[in-house]
């Protein structure tokens, strides 16, 4: 059992982590309270990975009885080099937190997740990709793409703000 310092940061991690998948505190919420539930009745490990991975299927199972399902089209696979073409650019639009929260809300729960797990917690692809159950190219296009559609949403933004 992790002491109270580490246990709190665990939960902290974990709220992060489930209000990137729903973007609602509430559901989060829930979503860490019930995972945490879980991990306890099954004296399971108290560690961060497979706290985000009781929280990713609880999300997934949400999904399901809800039937909305992320669908993923794969046109072509990206390569980590091709991520990091335009980091720099990309984290400068990061440092706006309400227009990435704002952004945020408009992409799918799945694409979230993989921005959250790469720009947030700083997971590698390969890292996410053992998370998620997704192959690294397809984690790779998932970034990409997200980020152009993230800078899109940002760019319409913006001229809403513009006189």
């Known amino acids: 059992m992790p002491d109270n310092q580490n246990l709190k940061q ?3 991690h974990g709220f992060r982590y489930a209000y ?3 973007h609602n505190k509430a559901q989060a919420e829930d979503f860490v309270q019930d995972a ?4 306890i009745k099954r004296r399971a490990p108290h560690t961060k990975a497979y706290f985000y991975t009781v929280i990713r299927n609880k999300f997934l199972n949400q999904l399901k009885h809800e039937k909305v399902v992320p669908l993923i089209s794969v046109e072509a696979t990206e390569t980590e080099e091709s991520l990091t073409a335009t980091e720099e650019e990309f984290s400068n639009i990061l440092a706006d ?5 704002k952004a ?6 799945l694409e979230r997740e993989i921005i959250y797990l790469y720009y947030f917690e700083e997971y590698s692809t390969a890292e996410i990709s053992e998370l998620t159950d997704l192959s690294k190219g397809m984690v790779c296009s998932l970034i990409h793409r997200t980020r152009l559609k993230l800078k899109k949403h940002i760019q319409l ?3 809403k703000v513009l006189p």
Do not use: C, G, R
């Not at 937190?97 to 929260?101: F, V």
């Not at 945020?104 to 729960?109: C, D, F, Q, R, Y």
């Open 10 to 12: 665990l939960l902290q």
């Open 20 to 22: 990137s998948l729903t």
């Open 36 to 39: 945490w539930l879980s991990m």
């Open 97 to 101: 937190k309400d227009m990435i929260d």
């Open 104 to 109: 945020l809300a408009k992409v799918k729960p």
């Open 157 to 159: 933004q913006e001229k």
